[in-house]
């Protein structure tokens, strides 16, 4: 049973957020090498915020020595070896995903896309990170990039990749 804390401010306007960043997040667990967590009787909890990009650039700052604003942040609270579908076994704390309203705007601007669509996007992305997924190498990425892909098509949204390469 997947548990969404999400804690928005005012200015991610009103949308619901929360059934979006659900849709994203079961949509990416689908996708992964565990979607038992999507399934199960387990309780698995994941915590969203949508904030500013000042919020985005100080926890950009203090976690990954960068001092900007990037458009989402992913802290994982879970190691891989966690991800069972044991129903008696205790709470499972996926982590937590951040995303900065201006950069998600601002990208889904240049996108031509809606921003709840490249929301969606980032929330999927994070939730693959959470899930132990990166893009540190060419295989890694394109393995990321084939879920995330998947993981949108399942919500209507078109592949944001097609073309860039």
């Not at 957020?17 to 994941?46: D, T």
């Not at 705007?105 to 899930?131: M, Q």
Request: with cysteine.
């Amino acid at each position: 049973m997947l548990d969404i804390a999400l804690d928005a401010d005012p200015d991610w306007d009103s949308s619901n957020w929360a059934e979006l960043a659900r849709s994203a997040a079961c949509s990416a667990i689908a996708e992964s090498a565990f979607p038992q967590l999507g399934q199960g009787q387990r309780s698995v909890e994941l915590g969203i915020r949508l904030t500013d990009d000042e919020q985005v650039r100080a926890l950009n700052a203090e976690w990954r020595g960068k001092d900007s604003a990037t458009n989402v942040l992913s802290f994982p609270m879970a190691e891989v070896d966690e991800f069972s579908d044991d129903a008696d076994g205790p709470e499972l704390m996926l982590g937590d995903i951040v995303l900065a309203r201006g950069v998600c705007a601002a990208e889904a601007a240049a996108k031509a896309i809606s921003i709840e669509a490249h929301a969606s996007h980032l929330l999927v992305h994070g939730t693959l990170h959470l899930l132990g997924y990166d893009h540190h190498d060419d295989a890694a990425a394109a393995d990321m990039e084939a879920r995330e892909v998947r993981a949108l098509a399942r919500l209507g949204i078109a592949d944001p990749y097609e073309g860039i390469g």
